[in-house]
Nanobody, 126 residues
Framework: QVQLVESGGGLVQAGGSLRLSCAAS????????IGWYRQSPGKQRELVAG??????????TTYGASVKGRFTISRDNGENTYLQMNSLKPEDTAVYYC?????????????????WGQGTQVTVSS
């Protein structure tokens, strides 16, 4: 299986910035899409940002309407994905989760997977 570990959450004042990281690990896998989601108490989990990897459409991004222009998702050459969050607002307070979908090839036949990280708390004070 593929494990995801988020980091970088914390407490920040409104208008500040945070950078979240998501590290993926496992055996012989490839990731097709990575997404950042968030969930606050009493609300459904929502997509914050997503990015495709590899192929012709690699690097294509999408953002939730409430974060467009403030948040940026990116990946490095390894298995790390980042969410740069600027101009943070109190309503951005939530637990942020990393999600990955792809293929695991350490067995036969290759299997698709969906993995979630454990989440990292982001709190924005007014």
């Amino acid at each position: 299986q593929v494990q995801l570990v988020e980091s970088g959450g914390g407490l920040v004042q409104a208008g500040g910035s945070l950078r979240l990281s998501c590290a993926a690990s496992g055996r012989d896998f490839s990731i097709n899409t990575i997404g950042w989601y968030r969930q606050s108490p009493g609300k459904q989990r929502e997509l914050v940002a997503g990015i495709t990897t590899g192929g012709i459409s690699g690097g294509r991004t999408t953002y939730g309407a409430s974060v467009k222009g403030r948040f940026t998702i990116s990946r490095d050459n390894g298995e790390n994905t980042y969410l740069q969050m600027n101009s943070l607002k109190p309503e951005d307070t939530a637990v942020y989760y990393c999600n990955a979908e792809g293929v695991v090839r350490d067995g036969w036949p290759p299997e698709g997977f969906t993995s979630w990280g454990q989440g990292t708390q982001v709190t924005v004070s007014s």
